[in-house]
């Protein structure tokens, strides 16, 4: 079975910390790990990794892959009090055609709580 | 660009009803998928459209359903509900397989 686990599933840090969270997952036929963030509504996407020991960077926050060791990690730099969400990791598998399986399976998520 | 909508945004109903949520995906987009999200268990796959067709499948009852109209809208539907049915409903919209999903609102299902 297909698992997805993330670490750790609270913190709480004060403004201007950097944060790392933790996503390992298990899954065949691997094809891409996402990473959104959910405040009080509907996730908003983040990052898209398939290839490992690329950065992918968008501001203040960046992602990279280890497809060896089976984990990712989301680093936040310079955190602010808009920070505080859920952040989520999700998989998919390679589907027909060397796509997606359009089947994502989400890790519990890690709330982040940031004070001023 | 619109984004994905979902109506309605919060329901209430009681055990052993049905219920329909509605799902309009991106303008464009054919694959329509919904997913559960409770407190307990996360965030749970459902169920995938394409062009009319459920291509995937979680591990749901029977009891959930759903279908995709020629305009690429969905619905899901949920019969005989219970009182663990009570969860939010995401529906996603994609563009081909090597894009990332969009995410609708969500509809807050509640079950008394």
């Known amino acids: 079975e297909d698992k997805v686990v993330q670490s750790p599933l609270s913190l709480v840090v004060h403004e201007g910390d950097t944060v790392t969270l933790n996503c390992s997952y298990e899954v065949t036929n691997f094809r891409s790990l996402l990473w959104y963030k959910q405040e009080k509504k509907a996730p908003t996407f983040l990052f898209m990794l398939?290839?490992?020991?690329i950065e992918k960077k968008s501001g203040r926050l960046s992602s990279i892959l280890d497809k060896k060791e089976l984990f990712s990690i989301l680093n936040i730099t310079a955190t602010q009090t808009g920070d505080s969400a859920v952040y989520l990791c999700?998989?998919?598998?390679?589907?027909?055609?060397?796509?997606?399986?359009?089947?994502?399976?989400f890790g519990k998520g890690t709330l982040l709580t940031v004070n001023p | 660009k619109a984004g994905v909508t979902q109506t309605p945004r919060y329901l209430i109903k009681t055990r052993g009803q049905q219920v329909t949520l509605s799902c309009s995906p991106i303008?464009?987009?054919?694959?329509v998928s919904w997913y559960q999200q409770t407190p307990g268990q996360g965030l749970q796959f459902l169920f995938e459209?394409?062009?009319?067709?459920?291509?995937n499948k979680g591990n749901f009852p029977g009891r959930f359903s759903g279908r995709q109209f020629s305009n690429s809208r969905s619905e899901m539907n949920v019969s005989t509900l219970e009182l663990g049915d009570s969860a939010l409903y995401l529906c996603a919209s994609r563009g081909t397989s090597h894009d990332e999903q969009y995410f609708g609102p969500g509809t807050r299902l509640t079950v008394t």
């Open positions: 303008s464009g987009h054919r694959s």
């Open positions: 459209y394409f062009s009319e067709t459920q291509r």
């Open positions: 999700a998989v998919e598998k390679i589907g027909r055609s060397g796509g997606s399986n359009y089947k994502l399976t």
């Open positions: 398939t290839s490992s020991g």
